[in-house]
């Protein structure tokens, strides 16, 4: 199983709605990461989690809040978004050892508008 | 300061070669990835360079050197399939990857 899969594919949410997006994988992989993406732009990271731990902060809102219940998921709470937090919002994991992390392997995304 | 650059965009023929560079400055390096992302959809992991040299796999090839700071992806015998952005991305030496502008390459049959 080489899959990252992420739930849900599409989402509207208002400025004062809490949400969480969910990513889920099975390859074993140690690290994970989220990552947003605007249009026609690369993907920016945002948390980086090592052995089920915050191992980076890209300096994000406090708005965004990730967690790691476990080595397998990885989930991204959502509360009091701006609309200029729309944007893809992709998951994405690795083998967790320093030689193979530039061979992250990311799931299909969430789509995210903020209205 | 980072910075990772790449041509806009590419257009070629089916059935072409093309190559796509990636010029990069960063506060560390350990390597060189290439990823594929087609409109809509993730990006897909395609090669990772960490020593000086050429890495083949299948029609794509990645180029690296680190005295020079360049890279290079390689594509051959092009098929419409391959119509894409394609994003350079180093990996520094905090663990993360950072992604360049992003190249959209067009073949046209």
Redesign the interface.
């Known amino acids: 199983d080489t899959e990252v899969t992420q739930t849900p594919k599409h989402l509207v949410m208002g400025m004062t709605n809490k949400k969480s997006l969910k990513c889920e994988q099975h390859m074993g992989h140690r690290?994970m990461?989220w990552y947003k993406q605007k249009a026609?732009?690369?993907?920016?990271?945002m948390f980086?989690y090592?052995y089920e731990k915050l191992?980076?902060n890209e300096s994000v809102p406090s708005r965004f809040s990730p967690e790691c219940p476990n080595s397998s998921l990885l989930n991204l709470h959502l509360h009091a978004l701006q609309p200029e937090d729309s944007a893809l919002y992709?998951c994405?994991s690795s083998q967790g050892d320093?030689?193979r992390?530039?061979?992250?392997?990311?799931?299909?995304?969430t789509r995210l508008t903020v209205t | 300061g980072q910075s990772l650059e790449q041509p806009s965009e590419v257009t070629a023929v089916e059935g072409a070669i093309v190559q796509i560079n990636c010029t990069y400055q960063t506060s560390g390096f350990?390597?060189?990835?290439w990823y594929q992302q087609h409109d809509g959809?993730?990006?897909?992991?395609l090669s990772?360079n960490?020593l000086d040299g050429l890495e083949e796999t299948g029609r794509f090839s990645s180029f690296l050197s680190r005295s020079d700071s360049y890279g290079y992806l390689l594509l051959q015998e092009l098929q419409m399939k391959d119509s894409a952005s394609y994003?350079c991305?180093v990996?520094d030496d905090?663990?993360?990857?950072?992604?360049?502008?992003?190249t959209r390459l067009q073949v046209f049959p």
């Open positions: 690290a990461y026609k732009k690369p993907p920016e990271l980086v090592s191992s980076i992709l994405a320093r030689g992390s530039g061979e992250q392997y990311f799931g299909p995304g | 350990y390597g060189l990835s959809g993730a990006p897909t992991f990772y960490a994003f991305a990996r905090t663990d993360k990857l950072i992604f360049g502008t992003g």
